[in-house]
């Protein structure tokens, strides 16, 4: 054996400062050091700041955000909408029926057409219509009475008596049946020739003839 093999001793070396007895060296640690994967970090209630949220979830908040108003805008038009038509249709309504009932009242405010044949005091119808004309009548001396009744002088010191019957039916021998000596409201009254006794309807105007 050589002096060599002598100094060689088998086995791990210790490193020199061991060997001389110091400290041993600590061991430089691996770079990115920390906790190791797989451990969870415990969040202490009210010490933690929440974490700021993200673009695509501040740009999903706006979106919903957006989509409600729509829908309320929307609803709001839709709304609107009804509330038109029902006044709308509210208004047509009252004009119908106010048109409705202007039609009613002029048609039945329109004056009828009624006919005045003038008649002696036995029904009979003169053979002159002017006789019950008040101011044929007073011309000819005679005199306008009581409900139109015109008294006019005769031959040999009697007289005849004439008046108008409004609405009344001719008849044989010159007779004429029924009808009134009371001259109508809202009635335009001619007589058998056409003279135009009373307008009728608004604004009435009275023509010649008795009353």
Do not use: W
């Amino acid at each position: 054996m050589t002096n060599g093999d002598e100094n060689r001793v088998d086995g791990p070396q210790e490193p020199a400062d061991a060997a001389a007895g110091g400290p041993p060296k600590p061991r430089p640690r691996m770079s990115g050091g920390g906790p190791g994967r797989g451990r969870i970090r415990h969040q202490e209630a009210g010490t933690t700041t929440p974490r700021e949220p993200t673009l695509a979830e501040k740009r999903a908040r706006l979106a919903a955000e957006r989509r409600q108003r729509e829908a309320e805008e929307q609803e709001f038009q839709e709304s609107e909408r009804k509330r038109k038509l029902r006044k709308r249709v509210m208004i047509g309504g009252g004009v119908t029926l106010g048109v409705v009932a202007l039609i009613a009242v002029a048609y039945a405010s329109r004056p009828q057409p009624v006919t005045a044949y003038c008649v002696d005091e036995n029904g009979v119808e003169a053979e002159d219509e002017r006789v019950c004309d008040p101011a044929y009548a007073q011309q000819q001396g005679g005199t306008v009475g009581p409900s139109g009744i015109i008294f006019l002088p005769g031959f040999g010191g009697g007289g005849n008596q004439y008046h108008y019957n409004y609405g009344g039916t001719p008849g044989a021998g010159g007779t004429v049946s029924g009808g009134t000596t009371v001259r109508p409201d809202n009635a335009e009254i001619r007589s058998k020739s056409g003279s135009t006794i009373q307008r009728g309807g608004f604004g009435t105007g009275r023509g010649s003839g008795g009353s």
